[in-house]
């Protein structure tokens, strides 16, 4: 059964995690979005607070905390910033959760650590200029050499790719067996022959790091393979169950933020000798606002639940990503509403939001490819080919 009853743990863990972002992210997220900031200090601060692998088993340097647990602090990071937000899920879901479900004793000891830490920042390079939804169809190659690897290839929207010191790198070793010659390699960003250079004028996320990697014949040992050569897909696969899930987590927080300061506002905003929350169109706003919150932290819930209890959790969760990146989505555009002229300009952080929100529905999986997944689980019918 869900208990939604928060233990006394978690209480504490979500109450620490919101003074943090009050405290730390808040007040520097307008200055960071405007000056496209990759706020490094802050990053430090997320390491020492221990969240940059709180799932990772305490053996390896982590917390050992479950996915609900998980997503409370996600929540509240998503709350303050997206792009902050952004860091944690990365470095959490996408990179350390793939080594500690994949790697080899020597990998877990090489890189989680540092990662938990935050002495060193991972990337996941899966996306390339010809690939997204399709995600089996990589360009990038990966050749035998003697003792290890060449991968050569080029990957595009890749959060934190220029701060990076270890890049999750996926590629193609036998085109002929299509997603089962995939493999993963854990590619130290110092490489000869990797670079990387920085994407700007996005929408939103400017306060995130956006990278094009570029690999030309890199060489790496055996011991950079992540899994076995074939499991390459199942990699980002099983990575991307927890990236989106981090993601929803992150977009409850936006949905939360709109409501807080759509509540706020209209409280102290006056028309008409009243303030604007005694009318009914705009209750009806913040209660379409938080339907929307409630019901997408619930379906973040649940497929936190299924994941603590080692269950399968693939639909939910994209259940879950498509419900609340929407969700933020719609409620951002509402925000938006309630302030006004006000909403237009970053005075206060509902724009922010809105531009913030739009990419949910893109990254880790389009809205569209969750529906497709949502579908075939439900018709048995891939939809998809
Ligand atoms: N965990 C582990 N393994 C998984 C898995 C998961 N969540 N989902 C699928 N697999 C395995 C399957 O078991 C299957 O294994 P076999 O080869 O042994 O049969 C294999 O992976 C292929 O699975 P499936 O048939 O579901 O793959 P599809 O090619 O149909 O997948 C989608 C298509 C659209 C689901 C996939 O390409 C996808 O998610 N695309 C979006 C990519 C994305 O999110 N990009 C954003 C990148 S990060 S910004």
Request: include cysteine; aromatic fraction near 8%.
């Given at each position: 059964?869900i208990?939604f009853e928060?233990?006394?743990?978690q209480?504490l863990i979500h109450e620490?995690?919101r003074?943090f972002?009050?405290r ?5 997220a307008r200055d960071?979005?405007?000056n ?7 990053v ?7 969240y ?12 050992g905390l479950?996915y ?8 509240e ?5 997206s792009?902050a937000?952004?860091v944690?899920?990365?470095q ?6 793939s080594i500690?479900?994949w ?9 989680l ?10 990337c ?15 360009r990038?190659?990966?050749?035998k ?6 991968i ?7 959060s ?7 890049a999750?790198?996926?590629a193609?070793t ?13 590619v130290?960003?110092e490489?000869?022959g990797f670079?990387?250079s920085?994407i ?15 690999l030309?014949?890199?060489e790496?040992?055996?011991?950079a ?7 390459g897909f199942k990699?980002a696969?099983?990575a991307?169950d ?7 987590a992150?977009?409850?927080?936006i949905?939360?933020?709109c409501?807080d300061?759509?509540v ?7 028309q ?6 005694s009318f ?5 706003m913040?209660?379409?606002?938080t339907?929307?919150t409630?019901?997408?932290r619930?379906l ?7 994941k603590?209890s080692g269950r399968?959790s ?7 990503k ?8 719609r409620?951002?555009?509402l ?8 909403g237009?300009v970053?005075?206060y952080?509902v724009?922010?939001y809105?531009?913030?929100a739009?990419v949910?529905?893109?990254?880790e ?8 997944i ?9 939809a998809?080919?």
């Amino acid at each position: 059964m869900i208990d939604f009853e928060l233990t006394d743990e978690q209480r504490l863990i979500h109450e620490t995690a919101r003074d943090f972002t009050d405290r730390e992210i808040v007040p520097v997220a307008r200055d960071n979005d405007r000056n496209e900031r990759f706020d490094t200090d802050l990053v430090k601060k997320l390491g020492d607070m221990g969240y940059l692998g709180p799932i990772v088993s305490e053996e390896y340097g982590g917390r050992g905390l479950d996915y609900r647990t998980y997503a409370l602090i996600v929540e509240e990071i998503g709350r303050g910033d997206s792009s902050a937000r952004t860091v944690v899920s990365v470095q959490t879901s996408l990179v350390c959760s793939s080594i500690q479900r994949w790697g080899t004793e020597d990998q877990k000891h090489a890189w989680l650590p540092r990662l938990c830490s935050g002495e060193v920042l991972g990337c996941f390079g899966l996306t390339e200029p010809d690939t997204g939804s399709d995600a089996a169809n990589l360009r990038t190659r990966a050749e035998k050499t003697g003792d290890g690897w060449r991968i050569s290839g080029q990957k595009q929207w890749i959060s934190m790719g220029n701060y990076a010191k270890v890049a999750l790198i996926f590629a193609q070793t036998d085109p002929e067996k299509k997603h089962r010659g995939l493999a993963a390699f854990l590619v130290p960003t110092e490489s000869e022959g990797f670079s990387s250079s920085s994407i700007h004028g996005k929408l939103g996320l400017r306060a995130s790091d956006t990278a094009e990697l570029q690999l030309d014949g890199v060489e790496v040992a055996d011991d950079a393979l992540l899994g076995d050569v074939g499991d390459g897909f199942k990699v980002a696969m099983s990575a991307l169950d927890s990236g989106r899930y981090s993601v929803a987590a992150g977009c409850v927080g936006i949905c939360q933020g709109c409501v807080d300061a759509s509540v706020a506002y209209s409280k102290e905003r006056k028309q008409f000798g009243r303030p604007i929350a005694s009318f009914q169109l705009v209750q009806e706003m913040i209660a379409d606002m938080t339907v929307d919150t409630e019901a997408a932290r619930v379906l973040v819930w649940r497929a936190g639940w299924l994941k603590d209890s080692g269950r399968p959790s693939t639909t939910e969760t994209s259940v879950a990503k498509l419900f609340a990146t929407e969700a933020a989505v719609r409620n951002a555009n509402l925000a938006i509403q309630v302030h006004g002229g006000s909403g237009y300009v970053d005075d206060y952080p509902v724009e922010r939001y809105m531009r913030d929100a739009r990419v949910t529905t893109l990254y880790e999986g389009t809205s569209q490819i969750q529906k497709l997944i949502i579908g075939r689980a439900m018709t048995g019918v891939n939809a998809m080919v």
